[in-house]
């Protein structure tokens, strides 16, 4: 059946509820994901987001999809782990995301990343169409970020960027995420995000912290596929007005962007959904 949506917002927000700030209950996040089913606008949400040391306590009745994305905690030597332990448990490994923690060596990290993901798919611990995306740490993308993204996309893997946090200096500048998303369509790269964009708009939030919005950052992105500059990039991310951003957005195709802009995780589903809403970008539920 087709979504009500329109394939711009069909799974574009992972729920990442467990995750900080949000740090819901594992079992209650789980729950509250499999009894959204079949709710207005439902479709919004991608897979869920759970670290792999979750994956052993989450069940699932039998006949009931959970699709999964598991963040792996340690280096590239547990890549595998956490797809084989989706194939004993009831869920439905949808997406691998590790992070690059060595940051003396990112490019050869990253080929390392690359080596354990080739060796869990030629042993069959990991099927072909499950996609890994690999995060690269926050930062101005210098020659080494560059270089591991080179690897990322040699090897047909994904990019993920964290736009946010806790503190503040956790929050990307404009000019920097318009470099991450240049970097990745330049290497016709899918890529995800994480963290700090609960909301569709940039806006500054009572503590100080300056948010990213998703709508900008899907907007951007179409923008750099269709050659935009980089001054360009950042004018639309930092775009802080919602009627003119919304109306940007309505005339833009930013379903096409989709095929770059995969997703993001957030741990609020009703802050994505009553922006959009509100912004005259969905129906009403």
Same mark, same amino acid.
């Given at each position: 059946?087709k979504?009500?949506?329109?394939?711009? #917002?069909v799974?574009?927000?992972?729920?990442?509820?467990?995750? %900080? %700030?949000?740090?819901?209950?594992?079992?209650d996040?789980?729950?509250?994901?499999?009894?959204?089913?079949?709710?207005?606008? =439902?479709?919004?949400?991608?897979?869920?987001?759970?670290?792999?040391?979750?994956?052993?306590?989450?069940?699932?009745?039998?006949?009931?999809e959970?699709p999964?994305?598991?963040?792996?905690? !340690?280096?590239?030597?547990?890549?595998?782990?956490?797809?084989?332990?989706?194939?004993?448990?009831? $869920? *439905?490994?949808?997406?691998?995301?590790?992070?690059?923690?060595? $940051?003396?060596?990112l490019?050869?990290?990253?080929?390392?990343?690359?080596?354990?993901?080739?060796?869990?798919?030629?042993?069959g611990?990991?099927?072909?169409?499950?996609?890994? @995306?690999?995060?690269?740490?926050? !930062?101005?993308? *210098?020659?080494? #970020?560059?270089?591991?993204?080179?690897?990322?996309?040699?090897?047909?893997?994904?990019?993920? @960027?964290? *736009?946010?946090?806790?503190?503040?200096?956790? /929050?990307?500048?404009?000019?920097?995420?318009?470099? #991450?998303?240049?970097?990745?369509?330049?290497?016709?790269?899918? /890529?995800?995000?994480?963290?700090?964009?609960h909301?569709?708009?940039?806006?500054?939030d009572?503590?100080g912290?300056?948010?990213?919005? @998703?709508?900008?950052?899907?907007? =951007?992105?179409?923008?750099? /596929?269709? !050659?935009?500059?980089?001054?360009e990039?950042?004018e639309t991310?930092?775009?802080?007005?919602?009627?003119?951003?919304?109306?940007?957005?309505?005339?833009?195709?930013?379903?096409?962007?989709?095929? #770059?802009?995969?997703?993001?995780?957030?741990?609020?589903i009703s802050? %994505?959904?009553?922006?959009?809403?509100? $912004?005259g $970008?969905?129906?009403?539920?």
């Amino acid at each position: 059946m087709k979504s009500p949506l329109g394939p711009a #917002w069909v799974g574009l927000v992972d729920d990442a509820a467990i995750f %900080p %700030p949000g740090n819901a209950d594992l079992v209650d996040a789980a729950t509250a994901y499999v009894d959204r089913a079949g709710t207005p606008h =439902a479709d919004l949400v991608g897979t869920f987001v759970l670290r792999d040391t979750d994956v052993p306590k989450v069940a699932v009745p039998p006949g009931v999809e959970l699709p999964v994305s598991v963040v792996i905690t !340690g280096g590239a030597g547990q890549v595998a782990g956490p797809a084989k332990a989706c194939a004993r448990s009831s $869920l *439905t490994l949808a997406g691998l995301e590790i992070a690059l923690r060595d $940051l003396d060596d990112l490019a050869g990290n990253a080929r390392r990343v690359v080596t354990a993901v080739d060796a869990a798919r030629a042993e069959g611990h990991l099927a072909d169409e499950v996609p890994v @995306f690999v995060e690269l740490p926050a !930062g101005d993308p *210098t020659y080494q #970020w560059l270089a591991a993204a080179d690897e990322v996309a040699a090897a047909e893997l994904r990019l993920k @960027f964290r *736009t946010g946090g806790l503190e503040a200096h956790l /929050f990307p500048s404009a000019t920097q995420l318009a470099a #991450w998303v240049d970097a990745a369509l330049d290497r016709e790269t899918p /890529f995800k995000c994480t963290a700090g964009l609960h909301n569709a708009v940039r806006h500054l939030d009572r503590d100080g912290f300056e948010h990213h919005g @998703f709508v900008n950052v899907l907007l =951007a992105t179409r923008r750099a /596929f269709d !050659g935009a500059s980089p001054a360009e990039l950042v004018e639309t991310l930092e775009q802080r007005d919602g009627a003119t951003l919304a109306a940007e957005a309505a005339e833009a195709d930013l379903a096409g962007a989709r095929r #770059w802009f995969t997703s993001f995780g957030s741990c609020s589903i009703s802050e %994505p959904l009553d922006d959009l809403t509100a $912004l005259g $970008l969905l129906e009403k539920p």
